[in-house]
């Protein structure tokens, strides 16, 4: 079956640095667009960074870009989340994210655990 185990997360400090790692298994990696999203206390889940199947695309929401990267590595089946000039506003569990349609079973979505993510000083 398809998971998604996220790591690296933790305490960081404004303007410092954080790695997530997310490994998947289940699936074949290689050919799916990957997402990470975060969920900050008492707000909605949003959308971070996609990277498609093999890395070439890119996308970050507005309030990250320029300071996270998303990066894969489709020979270990893991995609990650590198996070710089951390924010307090960054505080948020952060979850690793793949979907797919197909004609029998319709959507597919499947989330990682989360890690937790808190930026304070």
């Known amino acids: 079956q398809v998971q998604l185990v996220e790591s690296g997360g933790g305490l960081g400090q404004p303007g410092g640095s954080l790695r997530l790692s997310c490994a998947a298994s289940g699936f074949t990696f290689s050919t799916m667009a990957m997402n990470w999203y975060r969920q900050a206390p008492g707000k909605e889940r949003e959308l971070v960074a996609c990277?498609?199947?093999?890395?070439?695309?890119?996308t970050y929401a507005h309030s990250v870009k320029g300071r996270f990267t998303v990066s894969r590595d489709n020979g270990k089946n893991t995609v990650y989340l590198q996070m710089n000039s951390l924010k307090p506003e960054d505080t948020a569990v952060y979850y690793c994210?793949?979907?797919?349609?197909?004609?029998?079973?319709?959507?597919?979505?499947?989330w990682g655990q989360g890690t937790q993510v808190t930026v304070s000083s």
């Open positions: 990277i498609g199947s093999a890395g070439d695309t890119r």
């Open positions: 994210n793949v979907r797919w349609f197909a004609f029998d079973s319709g959507e597919n979505v499947y």
